[in-house]
């Protein structure tokens, strides 16, 4: 039998294709978007449920168990109550003032490299050197410390940000249901099928690669 411990392990694994066809595996991917102790809390007032465990990691699992046992209905109120929570969370956020404060970012350079790791550039460049020499160091703070750390910082608040519109922008599409928690290699579910915004902006760009050669 598919039980618990199943699907925990296909996800540990990022093994996702078996919960897109099977209701019991999208119910398991569905409960745990909502598995924070406020959303459990949240749920169990919008459904009725009532179960004896506070422990977020005992709570999964009995609320899995008795969800099991209607799948159907168990998927009709799992989405209604994402789909509230989800309202909420787009109601919260300004999409055209967010939009006109990422125009205000007109250049995008990183400051550093090691896979834009500052604190990793910093270190090989300024402090594993062999010149211990602290006039030396206070020299560069200006000229290229500076620089660098706000560079990095103004991207890396463009790349949160900017994603924080794209996902918005999908999750105010009336197929799409969102995870109101985050879910490892799991973003939001179209027309019941996971789906990971990371994987498939990495594969458009792989197929565009390949269409240009």
Partial sequence: ???????????????????????????WLKLKSIIRVELVKGFLEFSGYEIDTKKQSESFRTLFDLLSKDINKSHKLLDEYIKTINNQQIANVDIQQLVSELYKLKNFEWGGDYQNSLDKFL??????????????????????????????????????????????????????????????????????????????????????????R
Avoid: C
């Fill in 1 to 27: 039998m598919k039980d618990f411990k199943y699907w925990d392990n296909l996800h540990r694994n990022e093994n996702l294709e078996e919960f897109s066809s099977d209701r019991t595996g999208l119910l």
């Fill in 123 to 212: 270190v090989s460049r300024y402090v594993k050197v062999q010149n211990p020499s602290f006039d030396y160091l206070m020299s560069k703070f200006e000229t290229e410390i500076n620089p660098a750390v706000q560079g990095y910082v103004l991207n890396s608040w463009y790349n949160y940000w900017s994603s924080v519109l794209i996902e918005n922008i999908f999750k105010s599409h009336s197929a799409v249901l969102p995870t109101v928690g985050q879910i490892k290699s799991v973003d939001f579910f179209v027309g019941d099928i996971p789906f990971d915004i990371k994987s498939y902006l990495s594969a458009s760009r792989v197929y565009q690669t390949k269409t240009k």
